[in-house]
């Protein structure tokens, strides 16, 4: 078996340059892949919806079974702000979770936090307790 792994594996060398270049077309790993560096992996291939005024990149995918996944996406109301957002998919469920760049955090359904929370609305209202607590019946996002 060991033989048979090292004769692949120096067939794949002899076909792939391993300090740079580029694969077309979908590629798959199987077994880890392991980035090694300082930089950033970069994910590019916006999507426009010019009626809405909205552009998305799809991030990363990570499916379970019968359609269960999550899906992280950059997304940009153009003119008005941006975020990050996360899906959380399983049946008819679809929990979204945005993160966006004036530092907000929004869960549709309400967020529910336990242990210390502090949970501030501008200088006017800040609300601190020890306890869980939930603010779906406030009707926000934090």
């Known amino acids: 078996m060991q ?3 090292t004769s692949i594996r120096k067939e794949a060398e002899k076909k792939f340059d391993k300090t740079g270049g580029t694969v077309n077309g979908p590629l798959t790993v199987e077994g880890n892949a392991n980035f090694t560096g300082e930089d950033y992996l970069d994910k590019f291939g916006v999507i426009t919806d010019k009626k809405n005024n909205v552009r998305e990149t799809n991030g990363l995918r990570i499916s379970g079974v019968e359609g269960n996944r999550a899906d992280f996406r950059y997304f940009e109301q153009i003119g008005q702000g941006a975020s990050l957002k996360l899906n959380v998919i399983a049946g008819n469920d679809n929990g979204e979770f945005t993160f966006s760049q004036r530092g907000n955090f929004r869960a549709r359904g309400g967020a529910i936090f336990g242990g210390n929370v502090t949970v501030s609305w501008g200088e006017e209202l800040q609300f601190i307790t020890k306890t869980a607590i939930s ?3 406030f009707g926000v996002g934090i």
């Open 3 to 5: 033989q048979a792994l």
């Open 135 to 137: 603010m779906a019946p």
